[in-house]
């Protein structure tokens, strides 16, 4: 099974209006940790925003937070506000321990973004 | 502060050929990992390397391997280079806990092999 899965390969949103992405991820281990990292063209990958497993409240960090849904194994980022410069590709990440002692993170195959004017 | 730096940025390749990238950590992080990324594809875990030690490998062939040295840098190593190399391959630097921050990444290594 894909430990993390973004099914959501291309969308499209109007500049100031709101956005989610989906993710869903896989683990048994009950310790992890869930991230969002932007890619511009130019390659860097971008922290966006973190959710601990054991974390009661939704993260949020200025215009994007993450709506996690334990349950349902799913951590969902909202950008609020889009603007031309949240154009780029999103990828959720999952870190989970390892039994070499290491964190593993394991990231999704990515959802391209493009905001419209 | 300078962030995670890689050098070189781009590099073409022939197949067969032995390449060397390089990655130079946030001053402070003692944790280097190495991602390729293909394209359309998210980052895949190569390497993750802690006080010079390998702490973790993903599910790469022998022909990949690293080393971290006493100031923390990294070099990533491939040798007899095969088409199916070309890629982005990202450095990511942490603090040793993994800090609540996740990794730092730089800019990446476009590496093409023809």
């Known amino acids: 099974a894909q430990k993390i899965t973004q099914t959501q390969p291309g969308m499209f949103v109007q500049e100031k209006e709101a956005v989610t992405l989906d993710c869903t991820y896989d683990?048994?281990?009950?310790?992890?940790?869930l991230f969002w990292y932007k890619q511009p063209s130019s390659g860097e990958m971008i922290f966006l925003i973190y959710?601990?497993?054991?974390?009661?409240q939704n993260a949020t960090e200025g215009r994007y937070s993450l709506n996690f849904q334990k349950a349902r194994k799913s951590a969902n980022l909202v950008i609020s506000a889009s603007q031309l410069g949240d154009s780029a590709m999103y990828f959720c990440?999952?870190?989970?321990?390892?039994?070499?002692?290491?964190?593993?993170?394991?990231f999704g195959i990515g959802t391209k973004l493009q905001v419209i004017p | 502060d300078a962030g995670v730096t890689q050098s070189p940025t781009h590099l073409i390749k022939t197949r067969g050929q032995h390449v060397t990238l390089r990655c130079s950590p946030i001053s402070g992080h003692k944790s280097v990992s190495w991602y390729q990324q293909v394209l359309g594809q998210g980052p895949q875990f190569i390497f993750q390397y802690y006080e010079k030690e390998e702490r973790g490998r993903g599910n790469f062939p022998d022909r990949f391997s690293a080393r971290q040295f006493p100031n923390y840098s990294s070099e990533l190593n491939v040798n007899a280079l095969l088409l199916g190399d070309s890629a982005l391959y990202l450095c990511?630097?942490?603090?040793?806990?993994?800090?609540?921050?996740?990794?730092?990444f730089g800019s990446g290594t476009r590496l093409t092999v023809v």
């Open positions: 990440a999952m870190r989970e321990a390892s039994s070499g002692g290491y964190q593993k993170v394991t």
């Open positions: 990511a630097s942490t603090l040793p806990d993994n800090t609540l921050y996740g990794y730092t």
């Open positions: 683990t048994s281990d009950p310790s992890y940790g």
């Open positions: 959710q601990g497993s054991y974390d009661q």
